[in-house]
């Protein structure tokens, strides 16, 4: 590719390419403060690129590719160039990493233990765990967290934060803008604008932890608590897991390890603060 950066996340070592300058010089704003390490081979490759030669300068179309495609995907803007690598990111790590098992979900640590937090989009387990990791909480993941099959430890991915509409405003009230991305308005989500982890989150992201609560959030009406039993709790992780099926015997090992140590509750909120108040509230109660 005529551009390309490497950028590290947790365990993985990507390798973006780009027939396009822009987008590789956005992320590497982004990715500014992640380790570097040129020598290692890429664990996964992203291509960012024009299906036509023409494409590069005439209404540029950002097509995504890699190591693996969705291929019936619509090419974005090149204004959108790096909302594109972040999806390519993503779909690399979703579609073809094997060495853990993925649950697209959020996670924040604290004492070497972790809540993980799994839901539909716009459930809110991003913003949720976005604002928890500007506290006393590290900030593991918002979009994948990655457990050990062997230790059942739970592995950190802390890639840029998505906000994506009101998360914008209310985290840009609270955090340094030069942690902040450029605003992409009009996306196929809505507005988004990435979100640079703590410095300490990203230094500490080799360090793992132990899942102690799976917690199922949902944005809207009155605060609610409920005991989720392990079976309920399984079923619904299997459906967050992109590789859970293929890893087969390990994945199901490791799943079933993670219902049976770390308790499953759903949490409903009307806001942010009493989200936050509900993890604040079953973490003391966990470790009691």
Do not use: C
Not at 154 to 162: G, N, Q
Request: proline residues 7%; neutral net charge; glycine residues 10%.
């Amino acid at each position: 590719m005529r551009h390309s950066t490497r950028i590290a996340v947790g365990p993985v070592q990507f390798r973006i390419g780009s027939d396009w300058r822009e987008p590789i010089t956005a992320l590497e704003r982004l990715y500014a403060g992640y380790p570097k390490d040129e020598d290692r081979p890429a664990d996964a490759t992203v291509r960012l690129f024009a299906a036509r030669p023409w494409r590069r300068w005439l209404r540029p179309s950002v097509h995504i590719g890699g190591d693996f495609v969705v291929p019936d995907a619509l090419p974005l803007p090149l204004s959108m160039g790096l909302l594109a690598a972040e999806m390519g990111m993503n779909l690399q790590v979703a579609l073809g990493w094997r060495r853990h098992m993925l649950l697209h979900a959020s996670a924040v640590a604290r004492d070497w233990r972790a809540v993980i937090l799994s839901g539909e989009s716009g459930s809110g387990k991003s913003t949720l765990a976005a604002l928890l990791g500007e506290g006393d909480w590290r900030l593991m993941g918002d979009e994948f967290t990655l457990i050990e099959p062997a230790s059942g430890d739970a592995l950190a991915f802390p890639r840029a934060v998505s906000l994506k509409n009101e998360a914008i405003a209310e985290m840009t009230a609270r955090v340094d803008a030069a942690r902040l991305g450029p605003l992409l308005a009009g996306t196929p989500k809505g507005n988004i604008r990435h979100l640079v982890p703590r410095a300490d989150a990203i230094a500490a992201m080799h360090e793992p932890a132990r899942p102690a609560l799976i917690l199922f959030p949902r944005f809207g009406g009155e605060a609610a608590i409920e005991p989720m039993g392990a079976g309920e709790a399984f079923v619904r992780l299997t459906e967050a897991s992109t590789n859970y099926t293929a890893l087969g015997e390990a994945g199901f090992a490791a799943l079933t390890r993670l219902v049976r140590e770390a308790p499953a509750f759903g949490i409903a909120y009307p806001d942010s603060a009493t989200g936050m108040a509900l993890v604040e509230q079953l973490w003391a109660e966990a470790a009691r």
